[in-house]
């Protein structure tokens, strides 16, 4: 059964708070490196006023432990918690602090209450209960350390994600409206970016982790999760971000300076838009972008292109989509466009007699070629 420590033994402690807050502050100067200089000017002051606070509540609350259990929450620690964070230190140093203040209490308080006759029995719950009050104490300024590290980190997310929204503007935010977001954001603007366009809702902020090298991700109204890379034609650097995306599907800018982000987000975008699976690098699909830029046109010009077509049932019309789109790629080839086909030399003649009876002299015009070759990309989405 748990030793109550009775009340008198408060009144016998107390008198030595003066002096054994002294002490205490000096052993952690001696102890904590963090915390070895001299205690003076706010920090010092801050640190004898989380001492005395702890050793005076404790005292307080000696005969009643639900006092000390209120005492050990009290906000005090948790913002000594917060305060560690803001001053650049790790919550190691308080904790030790914690720690060295436990034991150099327990020995002052053992001195003080054996010369008053207190019973060893009392001493040892005395002993009990400090480091259980310290262990309370403790807990409250690590919860204090972890609201301020989450409050510091959604407040940098916030900030990225308004200089996210600047870097894709189009036409281009103010530079110093950029450089001030950065900033903010503690983001250093690179020489050379490229965005990452994620479809669907992607987690932007969490794959610019995954991709590392200081990417920076976040959403916009306009075009959804991009993902900023600086430096993206440094060597591996195309591999990490394929391996970031895994299986995802995402489409890829050219390599701009900062100040025209939001032109390689803009393409970055329209690649992600075409829906292929993996990684769609938009400069080497600038025909199919240009075309998808305006749909209505790249739907007349697919229109027009297969409309000599248009009364051929479909599984011949299929064949001779792809003969055309093989000799158009390959011009006077046969042997060639037979292979690519995998069907016989004379099968593509055959082939090639139907298209020329429908599409006429136009076979042979290099600039209706280039419009028949660009409407069979449309049609078929694809290179």
């Given at each position: 059964?748990?030793?109550t420590?009775?009340?008198?033994a408060?009144?016998?402690?107390?008198?030595?708070?003066?002096?054994?807050?002294?002490?205490?502050?000096?052993?952690?100067?001696?102890?904590?490196?963090?915390y070895?200089?001299?205690?003076?000017?706010?920090?010092?002051?801050?640190?004898?006023?989380?001492?005395?606070?702890?050793?005076?509540?404790?005292?307080?609350?000696?005969?009643?432990?639900?006092?000390?259990?209120?005492?050990?929450?009290?906000?005090?620690?948790?913002?000594?918690?917060?305060?560690?964070?803001?001053?650049?230190?790790?919550?190691?140093?308080?904790?030790?602090?914690?720690?060295?203040?436990?034991?150099?209490?327990?020995?002052?308080?053992v001195?003080?209450?054996?010369?008053?006759?207190?019973?060893?029995?009392?001493?040892?719950?005395?002993?009990?209960?400090?480091f259980?009050?310290i262990?309370?104490?403790?807990?409250?300024?690590?919860?204090?350390?972890?609201?301020?590290?989450?409050?510091?980190?959604?407040?940098?997310?916030?900030?990225?994600?308004?200089?996210i929204?600047?870097?894709?503007?189009?036409?281009?935010?103010?530079?110093?409206?950029?450089?001030?977001?950065?900033?903010?954001?503690?983001?250093?603007?690179p020489?050379?970016?490229?965005?990452?366009?994620?479809?669907?809702?992607?987690?932007?902020?969490?794959?610019?982790?995954?991709?590392?090298?200081?990417?920076?991700?976040?959403?916009?109204?306009?075009?959804?999760?991009?993902?900023?890379?600086?430096?993206?034609?440094?060597?591996?650097?195309?591999?990490?971000?394929?391996?970031?995306?895994?299986?995802?599907g995402?489409?890829?800018?050219?390599?701009?300076?900062?100040?025209?982000?939001?032109?390689?987000?803009?393409?970055?975008?329209?690649?992600?838009r075409?829906?292929?699976?993996?990684?769609?690098?938009?400069?080497?699909?600038?025909?199919?972008?240009?075309?998808?830029?305006d749909?209505?046109?790249?739907?007349?010009?697919?229109?027009?292109?297969?409309?000599?077509?248009?009364d051929?049932?479909?599984?011949?019309?299929?064949?001779?989509?792809?003969?055309?789109?093989?000799?158009?790629?390959?011009?006077?080839?046969?042997?060639?466009?037979?292979?690519v086909?995998?069907?016989?030399?004379?099968?593509?003649?055959?082939?090639?007699?139907?298209?020329?009876?429908?599409y006429?002299?136009?076979?042979?015009?290099?600039?209706?070629?280039?419009a028949l070759?660009?409407?069979?990309?449309?049609t078929?989405?694809?290179?």
């Amino acid at each position: 059964m748990p030793v109550t420590i009775p009340r008198e033994a408060a009144e016998v402690l107390r008198p030595v708070l003066p002096e054994l807050a002294d002490e205490t502050i000096a052993a952690i100067g001696r102890e904590v490196p963090d915390y070895a200089r001299a205690m003076e000017g706010p920090f010092g002051r801050a640190v004898r006023g989380g001492v005395e606070l702890a050793l005076g509540r404790f005292v307080d609350g000696i005969s009643d432990p639900e006092a000390m259990a209120r005492a050990a929450h009290d906000p005090a620690y948790a913002a000594l918690g917060r305060g560690e964070l803001r001053a650049g230190r790790s919550l190691d140093a308080l904790l030790a602090a914690y720690r060295v203040g436990a034991r150099v209490s327990w020995r002052r308080f053992v001195r003080a209450g054996v010369a008053r006759g207190i019973a060893a029995e009392t001493l040892y719950a005395l002993g009990e209960a400090i480091f259980a009050y310290i262990d309370a104490i403790s807990a409250e300024s690590a919860a204090g350390y972890a609201e301020e590290q989450s409050a510091r980190a959604g407040e940098r997310e916030r900030r990225r994600r308004a200089l996210i929204g600047l870097l894709a503007a189009r036409p281009p935010a103010d530079e110093e409206a950029i450089r001030t977001a950065a900033a903010a954001g503690d983001w250093a603007l690179p020489r050379t970016v490229a965005a990452l366009a994620v479809p669907g809702e992607a987690d932007a902020e969490r794959l610019a982790r995954a991709i590392g090298l200081a990417a920076v991700g976040g959403t916009t109204a306009a075009d959804g999760a991009l993902v900023f890379v600086p430096d993206p034609d440094a060597p591996k650097r195309r591999a990490g971000i394929e391996a970031a995306l895994g299986d995802a599907g995402a489409g890829l800018g050219p390599t701009v300076g900062w100040r025209e982000a939001g032109v390689s987000a803009g393409r970055a975008v329209a690649a992600a838009r075409l829906g292929r699976a993996g990684l769609v690098v938009a400069d080497d699909h600038l025909v199919i972008l240009a075309l998808h830029a305006d749909p209505g046109l790249a739907t007349a010009l697919a229109h027009r292109g297969l409309a000599p077509l248009a009364d051929v049932e479909p599984a011949a019309r299929e064949k001779l989509v792809e003969t055309l789109r093989a000799w158009l790629d390959r011009p006077g080839q046969v042997q060639a466009v037979a292979a690519v086909l995998d069907v016989h030399p004379q099968t593509v003649r055959y082939r090639l007699k139907g298209l020329r009876e429908r599409y006429g002299t136009a076979l042979e015009d290099p600039e209706e070629r280039l419009a028949l070759a660009l409407a069979l990309r449309v049609t078929t989405r694809d290179e």
